[in-house]
């Protein structure tokens, strides 16, 4: 199947058919005109929770141009968004993604432009790092993001997952990194996240080498996702409970334990311990240390503060 979408993207490339900002204007056209995007639904269930669905279900949310600049566009906004302290992330229709749109991929990535090997080789590398900014951006996002997973999770599915930092899926879900079956090694965050998410360096590298699927226990058990759910609904009704516990709490507190999280991961105890302390040097100084623990001595919940936003 894969060959044919290929070989059919890139004979539409050679002879007829090249998507361009027209093509993008006219799906843009054809979307609801509440929402800017073209790939993605934005909703807010909840107070400070931002719900992002990826929202092509009839290709099965595959990756496509719009998608890969979209995402840009809506983790930056939310990143700067007061009013979201949270993201959940899922996927409309019957799967999450099926990964990398395979029409899409001919036309950009497998035909680069320019006048000799040089030019085509650092335009190809400003593409490939374009793609990676699409999940980077969520790993750079000081709101936590909680993805919830259903059906399939193919290539760039799991670049995009890696990069989001509580994961769930369901009972039926499974996981592919697909890429070396298409004939490339996984470029945009597989790699190297995959091997921070799952202690077992050995299950990594078979997966990535053999693109086997991976199915919902399995995944637990080797700690790529912390909750496996039944069906869909309930998983998307834990993810929103979840970040409603998430929402409730400090917004100085929450993100500064993301961002020093991941900050740690990267880097050695020494380094991270430094960081950590120039970071709470200023926010020690917040009225949300004083708010939150005058809740706990009153036996409260945090949720029952009014945090100011952030
Ligand atoms: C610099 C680059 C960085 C990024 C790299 C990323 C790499 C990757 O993501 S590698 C993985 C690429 N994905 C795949 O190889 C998966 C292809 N799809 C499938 O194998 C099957 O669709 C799947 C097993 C997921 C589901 O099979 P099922 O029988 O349930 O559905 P289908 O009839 O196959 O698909 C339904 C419609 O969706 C279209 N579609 C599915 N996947 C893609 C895709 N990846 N790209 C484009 N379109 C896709 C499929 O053509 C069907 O459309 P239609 O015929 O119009 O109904």
Redesign the pocket.
């Known amino acids: ?2 060959s044919v ?1 290929v070989r059919s993207a890139v004979t539409k490339y050679r002879g007829l058919w090249l998507p361009g900002q027209a093509a993008v204007r006219a799906m843009s056209s054809s979307s609801s005109s509440s929402s800017p995007y073209t790939s993605l639904a934005i909703s807010h269930p909840a107070e400070s929770i931002t719900h992002v669905e990826l929202n092509r279900p ?3 949310n ?3 141009k719009a998608f890969w600049s979209e995402m840009v566009t809506c983790f930056t906004e939310i990143a700067e968004d007061p009013n979201c302290r949270v993201v959940v992330v899922s996927g409309a229709g ?2 999450f993604t ?8 001919a036309s ?2 497998l035909q680069p432009r320019g006048d000799d090997m040089a030019r085509i080789s650092w335009n190809l590398r400003k ?2 790092a374009k ?2 900014e699409t999940f980077s951006v969520i790993e750079r996002c000081p709101k936590p993001v909680v993805v919830a997973i259903h059906g ?1 999770c ?4 799991v ?1 995009l997952i890696t990069a989001c930092d509580i994961r769930l899926c369901t009972q039926d879900a499974w996981f ?1 990194v ?2 070396v ?2 004939g ?1 090694a ?3 965050g597989t790699l190297q996240r995959l091997p921070k998410v799952i202690g077992s360096r050995s299950l990594v590298n078979e997966l990535a080498l053999t693109a086997r699927k991976m199915y919902a226990d399995e995944a637990k058990s080797s700690g790529l996702v912390s909750r496996v759910f039944p069906d869909k609904e309930t998983m998307i009704a834990g993810a929103l409970e979840m970040a409603g516990e998430i929402a409730g709490r400090s917004p100085v507190a929450v993100q500064g334990t993301k961002v020093n999280l991941i900050y740690s991961r990267d880097h050695s105890v020494a380094e991270g311990l430094d960081y950590m302390a120039s970071w709470n040097m200023s926010m020690l100084q917040t009225q949300d240390v004083m708010q939150s623990a005058q809740a706990s001595m009153e036996k409260k919940s945090p949720k029952s503060v009014a945090f100011s936003k952030l």
């Open positions: 199947m894969l979408i009839e290709k099965l595959a990756m496509n019957r799967v099926a990964g990398i749109d395979l029409m899409d991929m950009d990535v593409t490939i793609y990676q399939a193919v290539g760039g599915g670049d592919q697909k890429e079956d298409i490339l996984a470029d945009v």
